[in-house]
């Protein structure tokens, strides 16, 4: 099992800047892709960037050039820094872990954080 906490989602004004965090627990030794989606009303969730467990990323063109995934290992987080943002990037934000075996794939969502872009 792997527990997931978001944190860092808000109000800002478009040109504006936020940071999320994600931490994880319980079986993280067993991740080995770390992604933030995001889903805005009436809209289906959708990849905004994700992380290999050897730290190569992948960023939706939407978002290429303005938001950067990283993670810190020691801390067992992900983060999305988010810069340039635009009234579009208004979403709830998920962070989700997944774990792949030879046998399955098991997916792990936090609880989301909404971010706010005001025009």
């Known amino acids: 099992q792997v527990q997931l906490v978001e944190s860092g989602g808000g109000l800002v004004r478009a040109g504006g800047s936020l940071r999320l965090s994600c931490a994880a627990s319980?079986?993280?030794?067993?991740?080995?892709?770390m992604a933030w989606y995001r889903q805005a009303p009436g809209k289906q969730r959708e990849l905004v960037a994700d992380?290999?467990?050897?730290?190569?990323?992948n960023y939706a063109d939407f978002v290429k050039g303005r938001f950067t995934i990283s993670r810190d290992n020691v801390k067992n987080t992900v983060y999305l820094q988010m810069n340039s943002l635009k009234a579009e990037d208004t979403a709830v934000y998920y962070c989700?872990?997944?774990?792949?075996?030879?046998?399955?794939?098991?997916?792990?969502w936090g609880q989301g954080t909404q971010v706010t872009v005001s025009s």
């Open positions: 319980g079986t993280i030794g067993s991740i080995n892709v």
């Open positions: 989700n872990a997944r774990i792949s075996t030879m046998w399955r794939i098991l997916d792990y």
């Open positions: 992380i290999t467990s050897g730290d190569t990323s």
